[in-house]
């Protein structure tokens, strides 16, 4: 909490000695606090100059050095506390480079930051112009929303190409829809997200990746990618069936064991099963994957099929053509199970990411996509990247199931 030194207190009593209330007057636009703040940085600005010369304004010793003061520059800044003129001095040689207001500066005091937290939030151009007017007093131009955030765009290249750790241990990976321009034409794009649990049980987005639609190639490509960044294994993929997916985990990390997401699985059974039996149904199925073991698994969906395989055939077929990859998690013990099964967590991140998007409507282009998803992904990082609990048991499991392919160093 920020407190006021005795002197501060003092300043302060006097300045509003004459205060009558006026909340306008003290905190407006043309407020109190706005013309402190412009005095405060004019004065800033002619101690710079006066540092710069080496001499105060109309000393002796300025006489005859070779330059000095030159008027002013009137300059237009937008700042926490509202917009105005600021007066600039200058210098006769040109050589004065101020720091508290750069050379064409024109935002101070978080502005900047403001605008990125709230596009970050999804908030439209226009909506962003309307907050900044009511929090700070400041006009901001849709042109200037779109500087500030094209700033975004050289911080997203760089985190997409960062060097990725060699091995992880799990890694889910999920797709979301939106809509962009493309040559002038608005269309469905595929946006894939990779998010990873390291060997310390700390979670990493790997990365953001954009296609005209989801398959096998697609995949093919986003795997490449993260082995030419330093990716060369991962223990556990864990994904919801998306097409071509599974064959492109196996193909490029061909170690990898794929775990296709149960609750996606349940879901996709229960679509034809009607309301009144779906109670039933979902608890038989739990007894499938709620199995101790792949053999009583099998157990489990044989008596599943042998009570609901005539009303509804479609069920068991839809567990058996996939079950190489549906009991992956059986191998492993409980620790591990608990974490691979399903693709929650990144379910969840991916909620957060969703949210931001749904009524952005269509986007200008992908850049734009990819600059708000990642500002979106930081905001949400405050959340999600908390270390998995009880990481430890599942590190040492790991560690006795996959031992030559842990690094040295861990």
């Known amino acids: 909490m920020l407190e006021l030194t005795t002197k501060q207190e003092k300043l302060l009593k006097e300045l509003l000695k004459d205060f009558d209330g006026d909340a306008q007057a003290l905190l407006g636009r043309e407020g109190l606090l706005g013309a402190i703040s412009k005095r405060a940085i004019e004065t800033a600005l002619e101690a710079e100059m006066t540092h710069h010369l080496g001499y105060p304004p109309h000393a002796a010793a300025g006489y005859n050095t070779g330059n000095s003061r030159n008027g002013y520059t009137e300059k237009r800044v937008e700042t926490d506390a509202g917009s105005f003129d600021l007066e600039v001095p200058r210098d006769r040689s040109g050589t004065f480079e101020p720091q508290i207001v750069k050379k064409r500066q024109r935002r101070m005091g978080g502005l900047d930051e403001a605008i990125i937290h709230l596009y970050a939030r999804g908030q439209s151009t226009r909506s962003i112009q ?62 894939f997200v990779g998010l990873a649990i390291d060997l310390e049980g700390e979670k990493q987005v790997l990365g953001l990746w954009m296609a005209p639609t989801e398959g096998a190639i697609s995949w093919l490509n986003i795997f490449s ?46 679509r034809f099963v009607p309301w009144k039996d779906r109670k039933r149904v979902s608890a038989d199925l739990r007894k499938i994957y709620a199995s101790p073991t792949e053999a009583a698994a099998r157990s489990a969906l044989d008596a599943f099929e042998r009570d609901w395989g005539e009303r509804y055939p479609a069920i068991a077929p839809l567990w058996r053509k996939d079950w190489s990859r549906l009991a992956t998690f059986f191998d492993y013990p409980p620790a591990i199970r608990k974490v691979v099964y399903t693709t929650n967590a990144i379910e969840s991140l991916n909620y957060s990411l969703r949210r931001v ?18 500002l979106a992904l930081n905001e949400a990082s405050k959340k999600w990247t908390r270390p998995v609990k009880n990481w430890k048991d599942a590190l040492n499991q790991f560690a006795i199931l996959y031992g030559d392919r842990m690094p040295n160093e861990t």
């Not at 400041?138 to 760089?158: C, I, N």
């Not at 998007?357 to 990642?374: C, H, M, Q, T, Y």
């Open 357 to 374: 998007i749904r009524d952005k409507g269509s986007f200008p282009n992908d850049e734009a996509v990819l600059k708000l998803l990642w």
């Open 130 to 191: 309307e907050t900044i007017k009511e929090l700070y007093g400041a006009d901001v131009s849709s042109s200037l929303v779109s500087d500030v955030t094209a700033s975004v765009h050289e911080d997203v290249l760089a985190w997409q190409s960062r060097p990725l750790e060699k091995v992880y241990a799990i890694a889910y990976f999920d797709a979301l829809f939106v809509k962009s321009r493309e040559e002038g034409t608005v269309k469905t794009r595929a946006v």
């Open 225 to 270: 990618e993260l082995q030419a960044r330093g990716m060369e294994d991962c223990f556990i993929v864990c994904v919801d069936g998306l097409k071509g997916l599974p064959e492109a985990v196996e193909a490029t990390f061909p170690e990898a064991r794929v775990q296709l997401c149960i609750v996606h699985q349940q879901r996709k059974s229960l």
